[in-house]
């Protein structure tokens, strides 16, 4: 074996049911059009109208907001990484539902929003069921 990697539990689970990633300072995946391609973290009238879509779902209940500040400590603790990745960590909310809801529905809220890297659930087993 050449590398271990430990991975320990995450924060969020139980916490929040899907999390909405913005865009990081840089992009691992350039080059392969993706949506924060060329582009630089999710400014502040982004976030807002990212808050207005996800605010116009039925059965919200809470949404939270890391900063990159605490996401770096919080991913570290999970992680444990060699390397310095604080310039692709993104600044995400975690959104809970009252009601658990239809993960595509979710998507769907701030689908073409600038500013958004990726929809999906806190709790990866429940990836593309209802939450």
């Not at 074996?1 to 139980?14: K, Q, T």
């Not at 840089?26 to 996800?54: F, H, M, T, Y």
């Not at 600038?114 to 069921?129: N, Q």
Request: proline share 8%; aromatic share 10%; net charge neutral.
């Amino acid at each position: 074996m050449s590398n271990a990697f430990v991975i320990r539990d995450d924060y969020w689970p139980g916490k929040a049911d899907v999390m909405v990633q913005l865009c990081p300072r840089a992009d691992l995946s350039e080059g392969q059009g993706v949506p924060c391609e060329g582009r630089g973290l999710a400014i502040l009238a982004e976030k807002n109208a990212i808050l207005d879509r996800i605010g116009d779902l039925p059965g919200l209940e809470k949404i939270y907001f890391q900063a990159r500040s605490h996401q770096a400590p919080m991913w570290r603790r999970r992680t444990v990484p060699e390397e310095d990745f604080d310039a692709y960590l993104p600044e995400v909310f975690y959104v809970k539902f009252s009601i658990p809801p239809v993960l595509s529905e979710v998507r769907r809220a701030p689908r073409g929003a600038a500013g958004v890297f990726l929809v999906d659930p806190v709790d990866a087993t429940t990836k593309e069921k209802r939450l």
